[in-house]
């Protein structure tokens, strides 16, 4: 690796680190002119991860005024939940039927890790996890686009998760959230699509309420 590459990988990690951390709050603007003083770097390895993170949803490149951190407003957090929603929807539809009583082990699996996560208060783990989760029946559809456009929803999820969940504030791994992913493994255990709809419905209000975003 070249020592611009060097410089470039460092500015991209060190920015997303910090926007991950949360040590950068949504909607600051990220200037070049201090990012490159901090870092002692020229304003192009800048510019390219500005790119990098822009395209991985984490900021928002706005002509004329500069990069910012995502700040979505509510409409827009409603109108990516209506969408997850019917991809979720979708899942339950051709996933369940395919769902094998070997499934189950590596549901309680996610399920265990995910109370692992909570105790420890590790929200990098708990996203990975929740994706794993959420991925779970559109990859039993085994249908090659309902499980790209799900991943992709469940990316910009974890982005909002990152930013904005309320996850270092949850006193205890027996919290609704988690007890709502429990609920769900039974009614796909049970094979009882309605109950598992019903429970979508009851998971997305929850998220969007666990969520801190500008105008709630």
Do not use: C, W
Request: glycine share 4%; net charge negative; no cysteine.
């Amino acid at each position: 690796m070249s020592e611009r590459d060097t410089i470039e990988r460092r500015v991209y990690q060190h920015l997303k680190n910090s926007l991950l951390s949360r040590s950068i709050a949504p909607g600051t603007q990220l200037t070049e002119q201090a990012i490159a003083k901090e870092l002692e770097v020229s304003r192009t390895p800048i510019r390219l991860a500005f790119k990098r993170l822009e395209a991985e949803g984490l900021i928002e490149m706005i002509p004329n005024r500069g990069a910012f951190v995502v700040q979505p407003t509510i409409q827009e957090i409603l109108a990516f939940f209506d969408l997850r929603k019917e991809l979720e929807y979708l899942s339950v539809k051709y996933g369940l039927p395919k769902v094998q009583e070997e499934d189950f082990t590596e549901l309680h699996k996610l399920l265990d890790e995910e109370k692992k996560a909570y105790e420890q208060k590790d929200l990098h783990d708990y996203v990975r996890i929740n994706k794993q989760f959420h991925l779970f029946l559109a990859k039993k559809s085994e249908n090659k686009f309902l499980i790209r456009y799900m991943e992709q929803m469940l990316n910009q999820m974890n982005v909002y998760l990152f930013l904005l969940d309320t996850f270092y504030h949850i006193d205890s791994p027996d919290n609704t959230r988690f007890a709502e992913h429990e609920h769900m493994v039974q009614a796909i255990e049970n094979g009882d699509s309605d109950e598992l709809l019903s429970l979508i419905d009851q998971h997305m209000e929850h998220s969007i309420g666990d969520l801190r975003v500008q105008g709630t």
